[in-house]
């Protein structure tokens, strides 16, 4: 880490961000139930509907960057690196 470049965000205060997030989320899934439910333009739910999966792809970019800084770092100095990359592998194949 360099002068220029910022400690990474607590552990809590990380976690505490993304339940944040996930909780706005929900509401914008609740947003879009409601739209449905009063049968409002397929257009307007579609814009929507990008807003929240945008959201989660940005909450999923968090996650992978939470884990490479933590629990990658960690595995790679414990020598389970090729182990723990195995495994962020095929979570991206999934999430991707």
Do not use: K
Request: hydrophobic share 45%; aromatic share 2%; charged share 30%.
């Amino acid at each position: 880490m360099t002068e220029d470049t910022p400690p990474p965000p607590a552990p809590d205060r990380e976690r505490a961000a993304l339940l944040a997030r996930l909780r706005r989320i929900e509401g914008q899934v609740r947003g879009l139930q409601r739209m449905v439910q009063q049968d409002r333009p397929c257009p307007e739910v579609l814009v929507q509907l990008a807003a929240v999966r945008a959201a989660l792809a940005a909450v999923g970019q968090r996650l992978v960057e939470r884990h490479a800084r933590t629990c990658l770092r960690r595995a790679m100095a414990d020598g389970r690196g090729e182990a723990a990359m195995a495994e962020l592998v095929e979570a991206l194949r999934r999430w991707v």
